[in-house]
């Protein structure tokens, strides 16, 4: 079983930066993409970006060019920068990952298994 526990999530002026976390304490050893999921009040939850093991990504076209995703796959720990952002950025951060073979990263949210507690986001 793979728990996964998120960090990093503050209050932050719009335009400043901050870095997410996600450990996660049982690695599974198959190839499998992770991501970063978000959800506000009264929203859906929606894909950010995900990345594969390889460190190829896909991302939200409402973060491209602001947010860069990073995994450290020996340690296991999957990481969001988030720069220039913006008031509707404020969600709560959810860490997701997968458990079968995945290339590139996906943000189809039914492929993901395990799921973290998330960390919150406010822009303001």
């Known amino acids: 079983h793979v728990q996964l526990v998120e960090s990093g999530g503050d209050l932050v002026q719009p335009g400043g930066s901050l870095r997410l976390s996600c450990a996660s304490s049982?690695?599974?050893?198959?190839?499998?993409?992770m991501g970063w999921f978000r959800q506000a009040p009264g929203k859906e939850r929606e894909g950010v970006a995900s990345?594969?093991?390889?460190?190829?990504?896909t991302y939200a076209e409402f973060v491209q060019g602001r947010f860069t995703i990073s995994r450290d796959s020996a340690r296991n720990i999957l990481s969001l920068q988030m720069n220039d952002l913006k008031p509707e950025d404020s969600a709560m951060y959810y860490c997701?990952?997968?458990?079968?073979?995945?290339?590139?990263?996906?943000?189809?949210?039914?492929?993901?298994?395990?799921w973290g507690q998330g960390t919150q986001v406010t822009v303001s």
């Open positions: 049982e690695p599974v050893f198959s190839r499998r993409c």
């Open positions: 997701a990952d997968g458990v079968s073979e995945c290339y590139g990263g996906t943000l189809w949210s039914p492929y993901y298994k395990y």
């Open positions: 990345v594969d093991d390889s460190e190829r990504a």
